[in-house]
Nanobody, 126 residues
Framework: QLVESGGGLVQAGGSLRLSCAVSGFSFDEYVIGWFRQAPGKEREGVSC????????YYGDSVKGRFTISSDNAKNMVYLQMNSLKPEDTAVYYC?????????????????????WGQGTQVTVSS
């Protein structure tokens, strides 16, 4: 199970931290990712982390502004989002996958992932 929290409404330039509570997916085997989908757009890979070794990837649109991290003792994955822009507005999803991760434009490729949370809305006002 993947349960997201922490979404909300924030002004441009502000920050939010998303949390993903992970259960049933071993951090020794699975990669955990964050994706987002805005209305009328395809799901975009934001970032992912391999909790086993700390390897991270970031999409080009968020690099330098977002930071992914994991707390392996608590089975939690976080996405710290700074310098938010109106174009960051979307539903953000946490996902899990095992095996080799395909990267596109810096971030994980959504079509490769099979296990998804319900999503949390992030709205950035201008």
């Amino acid at each position: 199970q993947l349960v997201e929290s922490g979404g909300g409404l924030v002004q441009a330039g502000g920050s939010l931290r998303l949390s993903c509570a992970v259960s049933g997916f071993s951090f020794d085997e699975y990669v955990i990712g964050w994706f987002r989908q805005a209305p009328g757009k395809e799901r975009e890979g934001v970032s992912c982390i391999s909790p086993a070794d700390g390897t991270t990837y970031y999409g080009d649109s968020v690099k330098g502004r977002f930071t992914i991290s994991s707390d392996n003792a608590k089975n939690m994955v976080y996405l710290q989002m700074n310098s938010l822009k109106p174009e960051d507005t979307a539903v953000y999803y946490c996902a899990a996958e095992v095996g080799v991760i395909t990267v596109s434009r810096g971030g994980p490729l959504a079509s490769d992932w099979h296990y998804w949370g319900q999503g949390t809305q992030v709205t950035v006002s201008s």
